[in-house]
């Protein structure tokens, strides 16, 4: 499992300040702030997503990718469980596929196999799988809100500008 101690916290914190979002380090051991999954999964808390560095990759985009899909205004209600939104949910296992794409040296091909090694189900089989044959509404939920472009398969930049 890719965790942040492997890639360190200088190019995920430039990814979500794209967003307009605050990544911000959690010493070694302490609890994570708004973690839903708890031990060293990533955490939300407004527009801050609290991690470690035993923080896998993949949580962090996850949980990320939650209040990225989430208008500025809205993401000040968050509190470690983002949504109960199925759609969303969905949605957002594409998203932390494309945004690996964006950290060097990570990619989409490693996060979809962290995800299927951290224990995520799909009905393919696998988070591949999902991404390639099955998200068809997860990626149109996307590019209604602006975030990819469904044809050629990625990410489109951000709205916000980088702090």
């Not at 596929?97 to 799909?122: K, Q, S």
Request: net charge negative; charged share 20%.
């Amino acid at each position: 499992m890719l965790t942040l101690s492997d890639i360190g916290f200088e190019s995920p914190t430039r990814l979500l300040a794209g967003y307009g979002l605050q990544l911000v380090r959690v010493a070694d051991g302490e609890p994570i702030p708004g973690s839903y999954w708890g031990e060293c999964e990533a955490g939300l808390i407004g527009e801050t997503v609290y991690a470690r560095a035993d923080t896998p990759v993949h949580s962090l985009l996850h949980e990320a990718g939650h209040l990225i899909v989430l208008p500025p205004e809205h993401r000040a209600d968050v509190h470690t469980d983002a949504t109960d939104s199925i759609e969303e949910e969905d949605a957002v296992c594409v998203l932390q596929a494309l945004l690996g794409d964006a950290l060097p040296g990570v990619g989409r091909a490693r996060i979809l196999a962290d995800m299927d090694a951290w224990g995520y189900t799909f009905r393919l089989g696998s988070a591949q799988a999902y991404f390639d044959h099955d998200a068809g509404s997860a990626w149109q939920w996307l590019a209604d809100r602006g975030l990819v472009d469904p044809d050629r398969r990625c990410l489109l930049p951000p709205v916000t500008a980088p702090a």
